[in-house]
């Protein structure tokens, strides 16, 4: 199997029960392994509780194929784990409507909750919505 170079930047903070990833694309395999590993400590603490995930897309919003693969691969793992939302902001990338349809189906084939912004604060403040709707039905 070669190996390429990551092509993508990925940075991965965490703010309360909601993981922000920050991304500018086009992404390949590598890029997404690359920030699987910067997000383990953090989906460590996240997870066995109602969750959440802010995307900011910057660039161009594609995954190459592998790398889509991968990414549903993950995201199937993480409602397994109490991932109850994402939000991905695309105002902010080269082509929104792409990003819509593109990342969309992504999180459509996994059957996430997923709601697209134009605004950071915005989608922000969804996903706590989102969060604090399951904890207090997991908690009843």
């Given at each position: 199997m070669t190996q390429f170079v990551p092509h993508g930047e990925v940075s991965v903070t965490r703010e309360g029960r909601t993981m922000?990833?920050?991304g500018r694309g086009p992404w390949n395999l590598e890029a997404v392994k690359r920030s699987e590993q910067a997000a383990e400590h953090i989906l460590r603490d996240l997870y066995g509780q109602p969750w959440a995930v802010v995307m900011v897309v910057y660039g161009e919003p594609i995954?190459?194929?592998?790398?889509?693969?991968?990414?549903?691969?993950?995201v199937k793992h993480d409602i397994k784990n109490g991932r109850v939302a994402s939000a991905l902001v695309i105002g902010l990338c080269d082509s929104p409507?792409?990003?819509?349809?593109?990342?969309?189906?992504?999180y459509q084939q996994v059957y996430d909750?997923?709601?697209?912004?134009?605004?950071?604060?915005?989608?922000k403040s969804?996903?706590?919505?989102?969060?604090?709707?399951?904890?207090?039905?997991?908690?009843?």
């Open positions: 922000v990833i920050e995954h190459v194929p592998d790398a889509e693969g991968r990414l549903i691969d993950l409507t792409f990003a819509k349809n593109h990342i969309g189906s992504i909750n997923v709601a697209f912004f134009d605004d950071v604060a915005e989608a969804w996903v706590l919505q989102q969060v604090a709707s399951a904890s207090s039905k997991r908690n009843t």
